[in-house]
């Protein structure tokens, strides 16, 4: 009968690369939850911008990014988008973490399409009379978003943004069809090497809840904090 091997988690060459890989795939959210929150905001105030020039540019991105598989966009950016560069600049990038780059690449470009949305809706949320009021005292649109709108929007937005960083979270393991070195790359490293499946795979699995549940529990957290309020 099988023996699930602890001591492959708990210390050793193994255990480290897999604790590499938890690091990396965390880096990777964080990183892209900072680029793709102020992406997100922008491509929101362009579908919302009085200009139709502009909303056409926020709608454009949005269903581009959101109708072409995450998968798609990993291959993309790492196999695709560095054959349009200068030899230089391609071997500068190949002589780097390329991998990890591209990953935030399209992590960030396919999280913000859906940010977007999220907060558009929070935005429209808004009683359409207290942008009329901002504009009354004088403000442009980017103002009164700022002043007015935008204050009250990111109290609603709040929740769904938590969700899509779940969903960011789960998504960094499609990173490894590029060769980022994250946790699952390094699981199935551990797998190929040891033959030891179960413990590999278990540890990823139990990575994945674990983070998982933290950002469920804070967005529970945040619900009893901050209930909705209705009108």
Known sequence: MPVFDYTLLLKGQYHDMLVAGLLLSLQLAAATLVFALPLALLVALLRLAPA???RWVGFAYVESIRNIPLLAHMLFWYFAAPELLPAGIKAWLYSGNIEAASAVVALTLYTAAYMSEDIRS???AIPVVQFEAGRALGFGFLATMRRVILPQALRITVPP???QTLNLWKNTSIATVIGAAEL???AGQVE???FRSFESFAFATAAYLTVSLAITALAAWYQSRYPARTA
């Open 52 to 54: 139709a020039a502009l």
């Open 161 to 163: 943004l938590i969700s």
């Open 192 to 194: 190929s090497a040891t």
């Open 184 to 186: 699952m790359y390094q």
């Open 122 to 124: 929070g935005i429209r």
